[in-house]
């Protein structure tokens, strides 16, 4: 049986959110998928301990670049614990499902997300 995507998949696919590195972004993170190649670098600006915006510039597939938009989404406005605690399952059901074998695609924005607030002090 054929992987049927979600119409929040293909949204976020085709028109992806806050790609770049907005303006008043001090921390950096990035992520290097070991399985596939696929990369993220996600730029965040945190104010008082809640991520006031964000952006990213994501290199992969479909599956990377829809996870990557719909992340930038979810996050703003929440706390860094709350970042935190968003797991890489949550971001998969949020997009409707993937593939079991595209699964690591949606999980690099939150490594990426982990890699920039270990930076914050």
Request: negative net charge.
């Amino acid at each position: 049986m054929q992987f049927r995507y979600s119409d929040v998949f293909y949204d976020h696919f085709t028109s992806p959110r806050n790609i770049g590195r907005p303006t008043g972004a001090d921390l950096c993170g990035e992520y290097v998928s070991g399985l596939c190649g696929d990369s993220v670098r996600v730029y965040l600006d945190i104010e008082d301990g809640v991520i006031k915006d964000i952006g990213y510039n994501v290199c992969g597939c479909s599956v990377a670049i829809a996870a990557a938009s719909l992340t930038s989404e979810l996050l703003r406005g929440m706390t860094v614990e709350q970042a935190l605690a968003l797991t890489d399952e949550e971001i998969a059901d949020k997009l409707g499902g993937v593939p079991d074998d595209k699964i690591q695609c949606s999980f690099l924005m939150h490594s990426a997300i982990e890699d920039a607030i270990k930076n914050l002090s």
